[in-house]
């Protein structure tokens, strides 16, 4: 299993332009998150899932966008990058289980590199 | 609302001395709690995490860590550091009656690891 991969690993984008980040995983997850990790500040969430079709705000969602049109796949967006969202980009996906299960372990992606000039 | 709290964003211990690396939090419900480790340029990796089940936890690594409610804290540690353990460590919270289904993790800033010779 390759578990949760992202993709890309690195950007470099300009002002207003806009990307697609993308995190998909093969261990059949309901949930999935989108975090960013700034120095300083450990990592916060931006939008998260909790099943195909169905997306939620975090802590910090203004500027992104989201899609689960897939279970394995969830899509963080950017249609018009801000220098303020130069960050590091974690998704991670986690198994929910017959009944509610809050301490089943997040499982992480190896992160993007996102640069906005 | 939960939150976080870790101790000192820097902590270095010589090669073989006792590791302490601290974790406060701050829940109206009971909690869990975990602690990650990220190496430089890769994503997290759960370390360990309390359930409930038992108030010391051991985790991979040789690592452990104490829930103490009256304390508050969930301190993490290891009688011997090794120079592999140097990383960021993040200490989470998630309460077990997370609205909305979300069971985000609340995260720590982080404690950087630093193991001198």
């Known amino acids: 299993n390759a578990g949760v991969t992202q993709t890309p690993k690195f950007r470099v984008l300009k002002t207003g332009q806009s990307m697609t980040l993308l995190c998909a995983q093969d261990?059949?997850?309901?949930?999935m998150y989108w975090y960013r990790q700034d120095p300083g500040m450990g990592l916060r969430l931006i939008h998260y899932?909790?099943?195909?079709?169905?997306?939620a705000k975090g802590e910090v969602p203004d500027g992104y966008n989201v899609s689960r049109l897939k279970k394995q796949n969830f899509l963080l967006g950017l249609e018009s990058a801000a220098p303020s969202q130069t960050s590091v980009y974690f998704c991670?996906?986690?198994?929910?289980?017959?009944?509610?299960?809050?301490?089943?372990?997040?499982?992480f992606g190896p992160g993007t590199r996102l640069t906005v000039l | 609302a939960q939150s976080v709290t870790q101790l000192g964003s820097h902590v270095s211990v010589s090669e073989g001395a006792l590791v302490l690396l601290r974790c406060n939090y701050s829940?109206?419900?009971?909690?869990?709690l975990f602690w990650y480790v990220q190496y430089p340029n890769q994503g997290l990796q759960l370390l360990l995490k309390?359930?409930?089940?038992?108030?010391l936890v051991k985790g991979i690594n040789g690592f452990e860590a104490e829930f103490k409610k009256s304390e508050t804290s969930f301190h993490l540690t290891k009688p011997s550091a090794h120079m592999s353990d140097a990383a960021e460590y993040f200490c989470?919270?998630?309460?077990?009656?997370?609205?909305?289904?979300?069971?985000?993790?609340?995260f720590g800033k982080g404690t950087h690891l630093i193991i001198q010779p």
């Open positions: 309390y359930t409930s089940a038992a108030t």
């Open positions: 829940s109206s419900v009971p909690p869990y």
């Open positions: 991670a996906s986690k198994k929910q289980g017959l009944r509610r299960q809050s301490y089943n372990e997040q499982f």
């Open positions: 899932s909790v099943g195909e079709g169905t997306t």
């Open positions: 261990m059949n997850h309901e949930y």
């Open positions: 989470a919270v998630s309460d077990m009656y997370s609205g909305g289904g979300a069971d985000g993790l609340t």
